[in-house]
């Protein structure tokens, strides 16, 4: 007789949902400073990170976010050079920024240093461009690394955070999106992960109001799957420090790039940038 399968289960209180991958068994653990770090072997998803309890990154579906975080604000503005990722300590979106050549630096500001350290263990796919030399991995406060940072040095911020809560909480707030509208050059572009819009329209909304009293100007909402998060939709949000129109990306050369994907190209990116009118009218209210 087979024994019953092993799950593990995060239930999403907030959502009235719950998600589950069956586990194999449990490969690692480590108390940081800052929160609980867990790896798991899945039966049908590669290995799964949980931080305190929420589920993190899969090997299976890490691609949608890690590619939208990174390919619909780089290709939206119109030169990025200069990238500041703000957590991100799973390194995945800094691989993914990094395939963009016109790109000469990109910083990687996480508090926690064992997520980074977990991650090269058991996902080290995630972890292949750590080792370019245009890429500077730091373990610091991103919030105080943005409040030093040099003003208009930045071509995009991306917030690559956990939920607001935490570590994270200090990354939804106005005080943060000014040091990071300073930091950016006049064309420059913030974007953060801003879960769902199913679920979790209320913190699109504060997220929104908080970037547009600190000064952010134009706003776009770019929606994609991520099956290991809350109801299984996602999203990413674009903030631009000056007047423009963030329909507006560099489509050939989305279309034309010399680097392979899962998930992005110019016509998905295209059709994120339709809004459903649910969020529509969320935005308006």
Request: proline share 7%; charged share 20%.
């Amino acid at each position: 007789m087979n024994s019953p399968a092993t799950w593990f289960r995060e239930d999403f209180t907030h959502t009235g949902s719950s998600f589950g991958l069956r586990i194999v068994r449990k490969l690692d653990e480590v108390q940081s400073p800052f929160q609980k770090i867990e790896i798991y072997e899945t039966t049908d998803w590669g290995n799964l990170m949980v931080i305190d309890g929420a589920t993190m990154v899969t090997t299976r579906d890490n691609f949608f976010y890690h590619e939208m975080m990174a390919h619909a604000p780089l290709f939206t503005h119109p030169d990025p050079r200069d990238v500041v990722i703000i957590g991100g300590g799973d390194c995945g979106t800094l691989r993914e920024v990094l395939k963009h050549p016109g790109v000469r630096s990109a910083v990687q500001c996480d508090i926690d240093e064992q997520v980074t350290r977990m991650s090269e263990k058991y996902f080290p796919e995630l972890c292949e461009s750590n080792a370019d030399p245009r890429a500077t991995v730091m373990f610091d406060d991103g919030i105080a690394f943005m409040a030093n940072a040099k003003p208009e040095s930045i071509d995009v911020i991306v917030v690559d955070s956990t939920d607001p809560v935490g570590p994270a909480e200090g990354l939804f707030n106005r005080a943060f999106y000014e040091n990071c509208r300073k930091a950016l050059r006049p064309d420059g572009l913030l974007v953060q992960q801003s879960e769902s819009p199913l679920a979790l329209m209320h913190l699109i909304v504060d997220m929104r109001a908080a970037m547009r009293a600190a000064g952010f100007v134009d706003f776009a909402i770019l929606p994609f799957p991520q099956p290991c998060y809350p109801t299984g939709w996602w999203s990413c949000l674009i903030a631009s420090k000056q007047p423009r129109d963030l329909a507006s990306f560099r489509k050939a050369d989305a279309a034309a790039k010399a680097f392979a994907t899962k998930y992005y190209t110019a016509g998905i990116h295209q059709g994120a940038l339709a809004t459903p009118p649910f969020v529509a009218q969320a935005l308006a209210d």
